[in-house]
C-alpha cells in the first residue's frame, strides 16, 4: 500500500500537475484541438454553418461523456495494462493487417455468421461514413464555395482540394452521401431487427433496453434524416424545418447515449488491436509452461500480469504445491479442482482427458 | 424463491447428459460449457462434473478489460457479451477452475451463464434439468438445507463449497456420500 500511495504522489513537475484529473486534461485538450482544427478549416472561423450548431454543442457533450466513460473505464486494472502494453507495442508488422480485419472488415463477426456479419457490416460503416461527412462539416473541415456558376469548389481544412461540375458524379455522391448511409443504416438495423425477433438464441438473451433502444436510435436517425431529403424533392421543403429540428434531436440524443450503451463497443472496440497484438508480443517473447504437464499454454507475460491484476483486486489462488492456480494449463487446473473433491491427484495421471464432445 | 445449482458430485455415473443437453440451451450455439471428468481413470470408473460455480467474487470478470462478463442480478456470472469480449482470454487464465472456452475463430470467450434465459425464470438449467442420477439439482437454499439434515453428518464435515474451492460460490458442491463413507445404490 506504501508503495502504490508513493506512486501517486505528485511531483510538481509534470504538465500533468496543471489539472486537476485525468478527465479535466482529456477534456481540455480535446476541445482545444477541436477549436484548433476548426480554426484552420474554417479559414478562421469564416466559414461556419451556423445551421450545425446544434450538432457542434451535442458532440462537446458528447466528449464530456466520452471520457467521463472511457477513463472510468481505463482506470481498471486489467484495462490499464492492455492500454499501456498495447501502446507500447502498437508498432509490430501485424498492426495494419490486424486493424484491418477488427475494425474495417470484421472477420470475427464472419465467422460468427455470414447473415451478422452482412447486418454489422451495412450499419458498421454506414455510421462510419456518415460520421465522416457529418462531422467535417458542423467543425468546418469541410465545406463547398461556388466561383463559377455550375462549379462547386470543396474545400478541406481551409485547402481547396477540387473543383467538380455540379452535376457531376463527384457532386452527387456528396449531396447524397449521407441519403446513402442512411439506406445502408437502414438496411443493416432492419436485418438486426429481424434476427432479434425470430432468432431463438438472440431471443434467449436480449433486452430491449440494451439491445433494442439502440437499434430504434440508430433507425430514428437514419429516418429522420432520409425524410428531410424526401421533404426537399417531393413536398417543396414543406415540414423540412421542423424535421431538420426532430433529426437533429434524434442525433443529439444518440450521441450523448452512446458512450453508455450498446454502443460503446464503437470506440472501445480498438483494444481488440491491442489485445492481439499483446497476445502475439509477449508469445513471441517466451511462452509459460504449465506447472504440472508442462504444456506451453500462455505467455509468461500474460500469465504474470493476470497473477498481478487478480492481486490487486484481493484474489489470491495459491496452490498447496506453492503454484498460482493461473500458472496452471487449463486441462490441469480443472483436474486439479477433481483432485481436490476427490482426494486422488488425477491432474497428474498421464491419461487423455476424457471425452468432453457430447452432441445433443 | 430463489433456487441454486447444487452439486452431489459423487452420485454422477457418466452419462454426459448435461453435456449435450448444454448444447441445447438458447444462445449457447450447440456448444457445451461443462465438463465430466474421470476421478481415477486407470483404476475405476467414477466420473464427477465441472461447472461454471458462480464465484460470488469472480477473477474472471475481475480480470476482463473489456467489463465483457457482467454479473446477473441473479448472481449468474454471464457468458462474455459479444460485442465487448476483445479476445484477450485473461478469463481463461484469471478462471481458477479452468471454465471459460475460447473460440479463436469467432475471437470470443464463451462460458456456462447457468442457461440465463431459463433461471431468470426459476426453470432450472438444462444441465440440471436432464441429469438422471440427481447429480445436478436445482434447489431452494431451504432444501438445501434439508439436505444437510438427511445427510446427518454429526462430525461437521458437511460442505456445501468451501473448503474444497477457492471462494465463495452461488453453485454449492457437495460430497455426502464420500464423507459418509458410504456407498450409494441406485
Redesign the interface.
Known sequence: MQAKVAVNQKTGKSIDDAFASHFAKSMFLAVCGLVFLSFIGTRMFTHVDLNLYGYMVGTFIFIGGFFYRFIAWGERPPTKVFIKKGIKILLRRSTPKTTVEHLATYNFIWNRGIYRWTQHVLMGWGCILSCFVTFPLVFGWMYFTMDENGYYNIIAMGIQVMTVPADGLIAKLSYNALNITAVMVISGVCMALYRRLKNMQARAEQQFMYDFLPLFMLLLVSVTGLALTFMNIFMHGAGQPAMSLIHQWSVIITLIYLPFGKLAHIPFRPMSVFARNYREHYAEQSMKGCKVCGNEFVSTEQSKDVIEVLGRNDIEFQAKEGHHLAEMCLPCRRKYRIAQFSGFPIHEVKVKEANQDAKG | MKKRLYLE?ENCIGC??C????????????R?RN????????VNR???P?MCLHCV?P?CA??????AIQIHETGAVLSAL???C?????C????????PKFDT????MYKCDLC??RTKNGIPPMCASVCPSNTLQWLTDEEIGNRKKQFNLDNGKWVSSLP????ETNVK?N?PG?LQGIEKLF
Request: glycine content about 6%; charged content about 15%; proline content about 5%.
Open positions: 458430485l454426459r447428459s453435456l449435450a443437453a448444454c448444447t441445447q440451451c438458447g444462445g449457447h450455439e450447440e457445451n465438463y465430466v471428468y474421470d476421478v481415477n481413470p486407470l467414477q466420473t464427477m465441472l467474487n477473477a475481475r480480470s476482463c478489460p473489456a467489463q459479444v460485442e465487448k476483445i479476445g484477450c482470454q485473461n481463461t487464465i484469471a478462471c481458477p477452475y479452468g471454465i475463430e469467432q475471437n470470443l440465463i434465459d474444497y474451492l477457492e471462494s458442491v460430497l464420500i
